[in-house]
C-alpha cells in the first residue's frame, strides 16, 4: 500500500511559480512510475507529467513542456512539480500519483489533491 500526500498549491498570478511536493509512504518499486495529474472544472483528469521511479525516463504534455518539470528524491520518497510561467488555464486541483505500471499508467494510488489557481 502507499500512500500519497500533496503540498504546494495556492494563489499566484500568470507569470509566477509554484512548486508542489508529493511525499510518499510505503514501498515504491523500482519498476514504480509516479504522476501528476490535474482537473478543472467541467474537464476531465488529465495526466500532465510522469516520472519513472527509478532509472530515466519522463513524460510532459505538450501543454506544460518548458514550463513544468518533475524531479524526484528517491531517498526521502518524494516527488516535486515545479510550475513555471503559469497560465490561467493551468488553474485546476493537482493530484499526485503512483502506480507500477509505467508512466502513462493506470495508476493505483492517488493522493488527495491540491488546488492551483492562477489569476490573470
Known amino acids: 500500500q502507499v500512500q500519497l500526500a500533496e503540498s504546494g498549491g495556492g494563489l499566484v498570478q500568470a507569470g509566477g511559480s509554484l512548486r508542489l511536493s508529493c511525499a510518499a509512504s510505503g514501498r515504491l518499486f523500482s519498476n514504480s512510475a509516479m504522476g501528476w495529474f490535474r482537473q478543472a472544472p467541467g474537464k476531465e483528469r488529465e495526466l500532465v507529467v510522469g516520472?519513472?521511479?527509478?532509472?530515466?525516463?519522463?513524460y510532459y504534455a505538450d501543454s506544460v513542456k518548458g514550463r513544468f518539470t518533475i524531479s524526484r528524491d528517491n531517498a526521502k520518497n518524494t516527488v516535486f512539480l515545479q510550475m513555471n510561467s503559469l497560465k490561467p488555464e493551468d488553474t485546476a486541483v493537482y493530484y499526485c500519483?503512483?502506480?507500477?505500471?509505467?508512466?502513462?499508467?493506470?495508476?493505483?494510488?492517488w493522493g488527495q489533491g491540491t488546488q492551483v489557481t492562477v489569476s490573470s
Open positions: 516520472i519513472r521511479w527509478s532509472g530515466s525516463g519522463t
Open positions: 500519483a503512483a502506480g507500477r505500471a509505467g508512466i502513462l499508467g493506470p495508476y493505483e494510488y
